[in-house]
């Protein structure tokens, strides 16, 4: 075919069918959770952070998103990949661990990186001990998911890939 029979068939595509492609939700676990698994099942289950990674490729892959997974122990290499999603992710899932109760850097790098935020807990941090009731990170936060085992992270999914699709749309008219 033709160049120019090419571009007109392209200029002619229905938006909807052919989306962009979105950058990757960036899911990021705070210190401690590579111990998932091993210890305290009662209140965080039996599953791994391997498991709880696995399950979420495959809900993004149905919802045809790509997510970039990590976890770490220390709070400045949180903060280091929070800035670098600024620019290469499309939306933020964190379940900050203790650091959710701890850090107002955690919280400024949230606020900074001007995306989607979604907070995860696999407990219910409101039914356990006092220290744990206060978020400082749900301050930038859009929306916060406790207390659901790690389907709250393939909620989350659902949630922004439902919200950057609306974004998208806003944007294309
Ligand atoms: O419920 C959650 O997801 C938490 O973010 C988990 C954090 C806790 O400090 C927060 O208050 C709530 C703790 C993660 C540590 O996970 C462990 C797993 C197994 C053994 C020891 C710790």
Redesign the pocket.
């Known amino acids: 075919m033709m160049l120019s029979g090419l571009i007109f068939l392209w200029r002619c595509r229905p938006r909807e069918s052919y989306p962009l492609p979105m950058k990757p939700i960036c899911i990021l676990n705070g210190p401690?959770?590579n111990?998932?698994g091993?210890?305290?099942p009662e209140i965080?289950g039996r599953e791994t952070l391997a498991d709880i990674h696995a399950r979420c490729e495959k809900r993004a892959t149905a919802l045809g998103l790509a997510i970039d997974f990590r976890q770490s122990n220390h709070e400045g290499v949180l903060i280091d990949w929070i800035q670098e999603a600024r620019a290469k992710a499309s939306a933020i899932i964190i379940?900050?661990?203790?650091f959710?109760?701890t850090s107002v850097a955690l919280l400024d790098a949230l606020t900074a990186a001007e995306l989607p935020v979604i907070e995860v807990?696999?407990?219910n941090?409101h039914k356990r001990e006092p220290f744990?009731h206060h978020s400082y990170v749900s301050r930038a936060a859009t929306g916060v998911i406790?207390g659901l085992g790690s389907k709250g992270y393939e909620l989350a999914l659902d949630a922004l890939a439902e919200r950057l699709q609306s974004i998208a749309e806003t944007r294309d008219v």
């Open positions: 401690n959770l111990l998932l091993q210890r305290q965080y379940n900050p661990a203790a959710t109760h807990h696999l407990s941090i744990r406790c």
